[in-house]
């Protein structure tokens, strides 16, 4: 097993080790013929933000649904709080990226799906739902059914429901890429309060470079067939920077700039 | 349709058709065509009388409970093949050969295992029916948003609740479509059972004014079938227009 080099950004010698919400011990998957993760070990920091990014077809998405319980790996195991995933669960809480809402459902009903599931009494569900439904901004749109929402409002609804199962582990599968860029980026500052403000642990599957290192503590590269983990960076310094001055900041564009030239001999 | 600058309302057509008809039945071509205004006069003489009210509830009784019987055992069977590969394999081609057999030739089959009552009616009712809905429920699920099963699973559904609060919903286009379809082949079910067995409903009152040449009231009853049968396909049409809104966005 090659064992993935850790590169610090930036040295920050009294940083608490943080233990871990998630970690991935020797995941391998094939579907097939296909070998589409090998070996693969890596460790989810707990109330950090976590990005899978690499080229498509590296096995991001495919890791996202082990972690989640949708896929069996075919060996090595997943291990949430401590305990091994057998299948999806309560400690995870799982964020579309076609939303997967469900049409003939009202905002309302699909935020409180998850909590519905559980058996949560309908005047509870409602609330804690209307509550969610707020924070993500959405307050007024309780009645409105999705076809009525733009792509944005949907991911909000979305994001909402993760929220309201109130999971320790959020996992989002490239959550922003169908939204347009100015949604995307009002998304990626909100998602950054998100991690600072709720207490819970982000696993964020994208293929987008720049979105990676604005929004990430802990970035996993993963290079393609059989996907590895080939390389982790930490922008940590970044994260104590104003948000508004990140995309300026000589750190962000060099860490960019740095992951480009370890992915660009991968993408045909 | 505008006629020399006229607006013609719709199913202005029915009229030259009415028309046509009656001027046929005036010529007295031949006794089978009476003119229509006898028939809509004899429409409304039979409409109250008891062997047509007792045909009228038989039939609806055989046609409800076939229905029920088609809807609530072929929308399960339809979702459960489209949901597991090994149940699909099994009973696909039953499924496409019943739907294409000609189930009029059965009829007597029933009759002999099932007797000459509303039994065999109700089956060959639920005959008619069924096939279509469940291979319409099937391709409903058989197109579902994969991410949607997904989302079901990842907040914990069972496979029941996965049954009933996401397969059925995302299918309901489909399966709203079947039913439709099923209703109308139960329509001819119920009445091809009918003048098959032809002791009951209105396939009786059908023996009775053929084998006694009453042709007006023969050409009343069929009148009112037809009404039925063309309301019920458009009473579900209409229900099937409300939820296709959603299924662009599945």
């Known amino acids: 097993m090659v064992m993935p080099q850790i590169k610090e950004a930036v040295n920050v010698p009294d940083m608490p080790q943080s233990d871990n919400a998630v970690v991935a011990r020797g995941i391998s998957k ?19 933000l976590t990005s899978l990014l690499g080229p498509s077809g590296c096995g991001k998405t495919t890791l996202l649904k082990i972690i989640a319980g949708l896929l069996k790996p075919n060996s090595g195991e997943i291990e949430v709080n401590g305990k091994p995933v057998k299948g999806p669960g309560p400690d ?16 309302l009903r699909n935020v409180a799906f998850g909590l519905e599931l559980r058996g949560v009494a309908t005047s509870e569900r409602e609330a804690i739902a209307e509550k969610y439904i707020a924070e993500v901004g959405l307050a007024g749109f309780e009645k409105s059914y999705p076809h009525q929402l733009s792509g944005g409002m949907r991911q909000r609804v979305g994001l909402a ?40 642990t982000f696993i964020f599957v994208t293929h987008s470079i720049e979105e990676a290192v ?9 290079l393609p067939r059989p996907s590895r983990v080939s390389e982790i960076i930490r922008p940590t310094d970044l994260r104590h920077k104003n948000v508004d001055n990140i995309r300026r900041d000589p750190e962000y564009l060099d860490i960019v700039d740095s992951i480009w030239a370890s992915l660009r001999s991968y993408v045909e | 349709m505008t006629l020399f600058g006229y607006r013609l309302p719709a199913m202005s057509s029915l009229i030259l058709w009415a028309l046509v008809w009656e001027i046929i039945g005036r010529l007295d071509l031949t006794f089978f065509v009476p003119p229509l205004s006898e028939v809509l006069v004899t429409l409304t003489s039979v409409i109250g009388t008891a062997p047509f009210l007792k045909a009228l509830s038989e039939t609806a009784q055989a046609f409800g409970a076939g229905v029920a019987a088609s809807v609530l055992i072929g929308i399960p ?6 949901k597991n590969r090994l149940i699909d394999e099994l009973l696909l081609p039953w499924v496409n050969m019943f739907l294409s057999a000609p189930l009029t030739a059965l009829v007597p089959v029933l009759m002999v295992l099932f007797g000459f009552g509303m039994k065999s009616i109700i089956i060959t009712t639920t005959l008619f029916a ?32 996965a049954f009933y609060k996401i397969y059925f919903w995302a299918a309901l286009p489909e399966i709203l479509g ?6 109308i082949r139960a329509v001819k079910g119920v009445i091809i059972g009918q003048l098959l067995i032809s002791i009951v409903g209105f396939g009786a009152l059908f023996e009775l004014y053929a084998n006694n040449f009453l042709m007006a009231h023969f050409w009343a009853v069929l009148i009112v079938l037809f009404a039925l049968a063309f309301s019920v396909s458009e009473i579900l049409a209409y229900l099937e227009r409300r939820v296709s809104y959603y299924a662009a966005s599945r």
């Open chain 1, 30 to 48: 094939t579907y097939g013929e296909v070998e589409a993760l090998r070996d693969l070990s890596l460790e989810f920091p707990r109330g950090q």
């Open chain 1, 92 to 107: 995870r809480a799982f964020v579309f990226q076609d939303f997967a809402l469900m049409p003939w459902a009202n905002v």
């Open chain 1, 161 to 200: 429901r993760a929220l309201s199962v109130d999971a320790d582990v959020l996992l989002m599968d490239e959550p922003f890429s169908a939204v347009d860029e100015q949604t995307r980026r009002k998304f990626q500052e909100d998602l950054l309060n998100l991690v600072q403000h709720e207490n819970k």
């Open chain 1, 214 to 222: 604005y929004v990430s503590d802990q970035i996993a590269i993963l």
């Open chain 2, 77 to 82: 069977v339809g979702i459960l093949m489209g």
């Open chain 2, 130 to 161: 069924i096939w279509i809905i469940i291979l319409n429920a099937r391709a409903g699920v058989l197109q579902i948003n994969r991410s949607l099963v997904e989302m079901a699973r990842s907040y914990g559904a069972n496979p029941f609740q």
């Open chain 2, 178 to 183: 079947g039913v439709r379809i099923g209703v």
